[in-house]
């Protein structure tokens, strides 16, 4: 099945990839195509995930001092399969909502614990209390979200690891919509988080 905003989002891929900037190294203009290679990503739209195996990626290359890069596409933030735009989602519906992890997984094209990597991942991507200080700072104000509690389990650490995910993953949302980035917040957590590694083990 096509949808309408993977079909979209092929327009834009296609068109971004006649794109040159500047050097990532030195800041050159000569910069040069070097090819284009296919990667799989998984991305998600409303309540729809979509396995794709064909995400044009611009190769490209420093016509000064030789460096070589990538261009991510629009939407592929990540290096790993499951883009944030998933992941995010996924962890919250398994810690929050009603269903179990079995029916999430399902529902997000992932296997149960694939999903239970990603909680404990997310949990770990940086200590809550440093995210709350550094939205305190950029929002100039000490008012902060309170944290979702999450569904009864049956294992206590379980229950507490998901607890800090979704406030991992509500302050980064935060800290995102402050600085006016497109969600979702983990997409940016680069940015607030030196040397960040994504749920699926790559740094993103």
């Known amino acids: 099945m096509t949808y309408a905003w993977v ?3 092929r327009v834009h891929w296609e068109q971004a990839l ?3 900037g500047h050097c990532r190294g030195c800041q050159s203009k000569r910069v040069w195509h070097n090819g284009i290679r296919l990667r799989k990503a998984s991305l998600r739209e409303g309540n729809q995930t979509v396995h794709l195996h064909d995400i044009p ?3 490209l290359c420093c016509g000064d001092c030789g460096k070589r890069w990538c261009r991510a596409p629009q939407r592929v933030t990540s290096r790993a399969q499951y883009q944030p735009c998933v992941v995010a989602p996924a962890v919250a519906a398994t810690v929050l909502g009603p269903g ?3 029916e999430v997984a399902k529902s997000y094209g992932c296997h149960r614990r694939t999903l239970l990597r990603w909680v404990g991942r997310v ?3 940086q200590e809550p209390g440093l995210l709350a200080r550094r939205l305190a700072a ?3 104000s000490p008012e902060l979200p309170a944290p979702p509690p999450p569904r009864p389990r049956r294992s206590a650490a379980l229950r507490a690891l998901g607890q800090r995910a979704v406030w991992v ?3 980064l949302e935060a800290l995102g919509s402050l600085l006016g980035l497109e969600p979702p917040g983990l997409a940016h957590a680069w940015r607030f988080v030196p040397a960040v590694v994504s749920p699926s083990g790559t740094v993103l």
């Open 138 to 140: 950029e929002a100039d």
């Open 57 to 59: 990626v611009r190769r």
């Open 169 to 171: 993953l509500a302050l």
């Open 18 to 20: 006649s794109w040159r």
């Open 7 to 9: 079909s979209a989002l």
């Open 123 to 125: 949990a770990q991507i």
């Open 100 to 102: 179990t992890d079995t």
